[in-house]
Nanobody, 123 residues
Framework: VQLQASGGGLVQAGGSLRLSCAAS????????IGWFRQAPGKEREFVAG????????YYADSVKGRFAISRDNAKNTVYLHMNSLKPEDTAVYYC?????????????????WGQGTLVTVSS
């Protein structure tokens, strides 16, 4: 599975962005997908995850109520809708695919990664 993350950019605090994670090479059916982020000098942290069916979603406490993850298996694409963005959301965002029903919050459990897309939130 090859993953391509896109949609990052520069946005003012309070603004919104939608990130996309498009898969190619094979279907993402059977793979849970997770979004992670990594700020300079920090470890990669879990942001949100979605089960392979799309029926179960998970969020880090820091983004609950502001971010929403969804997937369109027909398009092999997972989305991260980010609202009410804060400067502390600034990071490179990565999507990962895990051969599992449910996503994990541990990056070590993921089998494939996209290249990352930069999100910068100005104050």
């Amino acid at each position: 599975v090859q993953l391509q993350a896109s949609g990052g950019g520069l946005v003012q605090a309070g603004g919104s962005l939608r990130l996309s994670c498009a898969a190619s090479g094979r279907t993402t059916s059977g793979y849970a997908i997770g979004w992670f982020r990594q700020a300079p000098g920090k470890e990669r942290e879990f942001v949100a995850g979605i089960s392979w069916s799309g029926g179960t979603t998970y969020y880090a406490d820091s983004v609950k109520g502001r971010f929403a993850i969804s997937r369109d298996n027909a398009k092999n694409t997972v989305y991260l809708h980010m609202n009410s963005l804060k400067p502390e959301d600034t990071a490179v965002y990565y999507c990962g695919a895990q051969k599992s029903t449910y996503s994990s919050d541990s990056p070590g459990r993921y089998d494939y990664w996209g290249q990352g897309t930069l999100v910068t939130v100005s104050s």
